[in-house]
């Protein structure tokens, strides 16, 4: 990859659901731009911290669940206290559920909307006020190509990755003033864990 015309250098990005699939394909592609990586996860960074540092940045490891507004706080604070900043903010972690919505209880409906639109929107708040200070800030929203025309068995994740959807377009607008750019990603069919 020619990265001559992309530099991160002396940025630090925290990327979360950084351990495999499309998590860890990001924060490789920010290391090698120069960024140092706060990766955040379940199961903390997994193989995603030996390629990072291979690239000879440094990492910080979290496992955390994001779904949960106090992981969201330690995580920040963590980062903060570990490289001082972040720069680049990658919302990526999600789990899916597959099935007929009437099958869906309620408590797999709340951690799906937890886990895959709820942490979006606290690492956002977490990262926002630095940003807004610095008048300098990126944040990058993975959402899904079902979140723009819904799939059949997967309401409730094509409902919470339309939800980033929209928080991203709000959010592009409320910071936009402050020089802190928000974008959404809405992959297609990719093949990682998640999908298999």
């Keep these: 990859m020619d990265l001559s015309l992309f530099s991160l250098e002396g940025k630090t990005a925290l990327v979360t659901g950084v351990s495999r699939g499309l998590g860890q394909a990001m924060a490789i592609a920010l290391a090698m731009a120069g960024a140092d990586i706060v990766g955040v996860g379940l199961r903390g960074m997994g193989d995603t911290q030996a390629l990072v540092e291979a690239e000879g940045r440094r990492t910080y490891e979290i496992r955390a669940d994001l779904s949960q507004r106090n992981a969201a706080e330690r995580v920040a604070k963590e980062a903060l206290a570990a490289f001082g900043k972040v720069d680049i903010l990658v919302n ?26 709820s942490s979006v929107f606290h690492c956002c708040k977490l ?22 025309c819904g ?44 999908l298999s």
């Excluded at 990526?92 to 639109?117: F, K």
């Excluded at 991203?168 to 802190?180: C, D, I, M, N, R």
Aim: aromatic share 4%.
């Design 92 to 117: 990526n972690a999600g789990i899916s559920w597959i099935g007929l919505l009437q099958d869906m209880d309620v408590s797999q409906w709340n951690t799906l909307i937890a886990s895959n639109l």
């Design 151 to 194: 799939a059949s068995c997967e309401a409730a994740y094509s409902a919470s990755k339309g939800g980033v959807g929209a928080l991203t377009q709000a959010l592009a607008k409320e910071l936009a003033p402050s020089g802190v750019r928000v974008n959404c990603i809405a992959p297609g069919v990719i093949q990682t864990q998640m």
């Design 127 to 148: 990262a926002v006020p630095g940003m807004i200070k610095k008048q300098s800030g990126r944040i990058v929203n993975i959402s899904s190509v079902w979140g723009v």
